[in-house]
T-cell receptor
């Protein structure tokens, strides 16, 4: 399966600052990546689909100006949480699909964001 | 709206027993189905996938698919306390799009 890494694994920031989360595909060229958010004891929530070389597609209710996504290469997608507030504190997980006959989805280890 | 339904649980089984996790999906055209395990505070990890009707076995895990009933299940034999986690069922709507996930079933295996 595909190996996905995320950096940082956890981050604490002050309210009003911006935080960038990196998602790397280590052994697969991913034209499409996905970003999820998960609050404690809640289910995964798809935030956006990140397409290499083009604009991301955001799910309904997700503010594109607050959650900036850049998928500049086939192995790197970034999510920037701008002007973070305590309610943005969550577990952010990136993912990719391998396509082809299996078209299986693999997840990164996640980034835990705490906004003070 | 394509949906995947799972019983949230918790499902409690004693160590050594068989745990049975169930999932139904709404899109009859779905072709591939996945089971993920998510430990508390961790991201989901793939357990197995199934495409064809019938059973697919991998170690202690067996996935069962019945497309006519739009039903997928996961059996865990000889359950261990380390199997205690949330199990997510997912359906592939189409290539290039994210899988559609159920809300997950929490399994608790007691020693």
């Amino acid at each position: 399966g595909a190996v996905v890494s995320q950096h940082p694994s956890w981050v604490i920031c002050k309210s009003g600052t911006s935080v960038k989360i990196e998602c790397r595909s280590l052994d697969f060229q991913a034209t499409t990546m996905f970003w999820y958010r998960q609050f404690p004891k809640q289910s995964l929530m798809l935030m956006a689909t990140s397409n290499e070389g083009s604009k991301a597609t955001y799910e309904q209710g997700v503010e594109k100006d607050k959650f900036l996504i850049n998928h500049a290469s086939l192995t790197l997608s970034t999510l920037t949480v701008t002007s973070a507030h305590p309610e943005d504190s969550s577990f952010y997980i990136c993912s990719l699909k391998t396509g082809g006959s299996t078209d299986t989805q693999y997840f990164g280890p996640g980034t835990r964001l705490t906004v003070l | 709206q394509k949906e995947v339904e799972q019983n949230s649980g918790p499902l409690s089984v004693p160590e050594g027993a068989i745990a049975s996790l169930n999932c139904t999906y709404s899109d009859r055209g779905s072709q591939s189905f996945f089971w993920y395990r998510q430990y508390s505070g961790k991201s989901p990890e793939l357990i197995m996938f199934i495409y064809s009707n019938g059973d697919k076995e991998d170690g202690r895990f067996t996935a069962q698919l019945n497309k006519a009933s739009q039903y997928v299940s996961l059996l865990i034999r000889d359950s261990q306390p380390s199997d205690s986690a949330t199990y997510l069922c997912a359906v592939n709507p189409q290539a290039g799009t994210a899988l559609i996930f159920g809300k997950g079933t929490t399994l608790s295996v007691s020693s």
